[in-house]
Nanobody
C-alpha cells in the first residue's frame, strides 16, 4: 500500500482545511488508518484513527470536537476535516495505514504517506 497525503496549506486561525490521503493497493479497505502530526522540535503524535469499516474512530483530546476522520473505501481515501484551527495545530500531517487494524501507536502502522504541511496563522 502506498499513501499520498495532500490538502495542507496556510490558513488563518479559526479556519478549516480538509486533508485527504489517497491509497494505492487492493488491501486498503482492510487497513486501519490514522492521521499523525509532527510540529517542529516535537515528537510525531496521533491525531485521529479509524477502523477499516469506519465504525470505530479515535481522536486525541486536543482535536476532539474540531476534527473529523472519515474514509471512503470505494475511493481508497481517508480524510481529516479540520475546523476551528489554531496556531498550535501547525505541523506536518501524515496519514498511515495499519494491517492489524486501527491503533494509537506509531509502531503499529506499516505504511506512511509523505506528509502535508498545515500552517495556521494567528
Amino acid at each position: 500500500v502506498q499513501l499520498q497525503a495532500f490538502g495542507g496549506g496556510l490558513v488563518q486561525a479559526g479556519g478549516s482545511l480538509r486533508l485527504s490521503c489517497a491509497a494505492s493497493g487492493r488491501t486498503f479497505s482492510s487497513h486501519g488508518m490514522g492521521w499523525f502530526r509532527q510540529a517542529p522540535g516535537k515528537e510525531r503524535e496521533i491525531v485521529a484513527a479509524i477502523s477499516w469499516s469506519g465504525g470505530i474512530t479515535y481522536y486525541a483530546d486536543f482535536v476532539k470536537g474540531r476534527f473529523t476522520i472519515s474514509r471512503e473505501n470505494a475511493k481508497n481515501t481517508v480524510y481529516l476535516q479540520m475546523n476551528s484551527l489554531t496556531p498550535e495545530d501547525t505541523a506536518v500531517y501524515y496519514c498511515a495505514g495499519a494491517k492489524m487494524g486501527w491503533s494509537l501507536k506509531k509502531s503499529d502502522y506499516d505504511y506512511w504517506g509523505q506528509g502535508t504541511l498545515v500552517t495556521v496563522s494567528s
